[in-house]
């Protein structure tokens, strides 16, 4: 068995699954012990855990881009770089054609249940278009959260582009003022997250060079790539919309001229 036997009442589901799950799933040593380890940490029952290793959170966990070793204390930092993924999976969202920072921002509200699963352990939702006010000047965080293990509060700022070395310094900027007007004595320094949809390694690296303020830059997927024989078969999510809501209306007419 993987699990420790003094350990196994705390688990959900029976630890069977669980076995079944990893030792069917991931097949490197080192992988599957960093997932029993995680599980065992935060009890994630069967289900979470079948979404984590298809999502390969593994390969994910820490690939952000971030200038946390230099401004932060090395036991902080490497506490810190854990919690940012790179990529984001925001396959929960269906969006149309039509899609800006605001819509990805409204979808992730929607769907705040699945986004804090996607965030990871330990995220507190504070808001959205979150109000700091600056010299008598008002200006809104996209997305606010505390993190309740690492004790500090974390900005998140969506761009539905590439990332451009003017948005550290705006992040530098929103990370500032929460430390200012909201962090107290207790709490560690804010942490600022970019969430683009894609990134040159090179220019986020000198976009955060000199800047004291933690502050990481990662991607998002709205959707998994389909593998290439599939793509032009399988229809969208949104044709599925489209093709469902037609069945509706059509069953309503059958149902009106029935009556």
Same mark, same amino acid.
Request: negative net charge; proline residues 5%.
């Given at each position: ?10 688990? @959900?589901? @029976?630890?069977? %699954? ?6 069917? $799933?991931?097949?490197? @040593? ?7 380890? $995680? ?6 029952? *069967? ?12 390969? *994910? ?11 932060? @204390? ?17 396959? %929960? ?5 039509? *899609? ?14 699945? %986004? ?56 530098? %900027?929103?990370? =500032? =003022? ?22 040159? $390694? ?25 593998? =290439? ?7 969208? =999510? ?22």
């Amino acid at each position: 068995m993987v699990w420790e036997g003094r350990r196994r009442k705390s688990f @959900p589901y @029976p630890d069977w %699954f669980h076995n079944c799950v990893l030792l069917d $799933k991931v097949k490197d @040593p080192e992988e599957r012990l960093w997932y029993i380890q $995680k599980t065992l940490e935060y009890g994630w029952s *069967r289900n979470v855990l079948v979404l984590q290793v298809e999502s390969g959170l593994y390969q *994910r966990q820490g690939e952000a881009i971030t200038n946390f070793e230099q401004v932060l @204390p090395p036991a902080q930092s490497d506490l810190v770089q854990q919690i940012i993924k790179d990529p984001y999976h925001f396959d %929960f969202l269906c969006l149309g054609e039509e *899609r800006s920072e605001r819509i990805l921002e409204r979808g992730l509200i929607d769907h705040i249940r699945d %986004f804090l699963m996607e965030l990871g352990v330990g995220f507190a939702f504070l808001g959205s278009q979150y109000p700091i006010e600056v010299s008598g000047k008002e200006y809104r965080l996209d997305l606010l959260f505390y993190h309740v293990k690492l004790h500090c509060y974390v900005v998140i700022d969506l761009k539905m582009g590439e990332f451009e070395p003017e948005f550290s310094g705006k992040m530098n %900027f929103y990370v =500032a =003022a929460v430390d200012n007007l909201l962090r107290s004595p207790q709490d560690e320094p804010t942490i600022g997250i970019v969430l683009c949809k894609s990134k040159d $390694k090179t220019t986020v690296e000198y976009a955060l060079q000199g800047i004291q303020k933690p502050i990481g830059v990662a991607t998002f997927q709205l959707e998994r790539e389909l593998p =290439a024989p599939l793509k032009g078969i399988l229809p969208t =999510a949104e044709q599925l919309e489209i093709e469902l809501n037609a069945a509706v209306a059509e069953v309503r007419i059958e149902a009106d001229e029935m009556e």
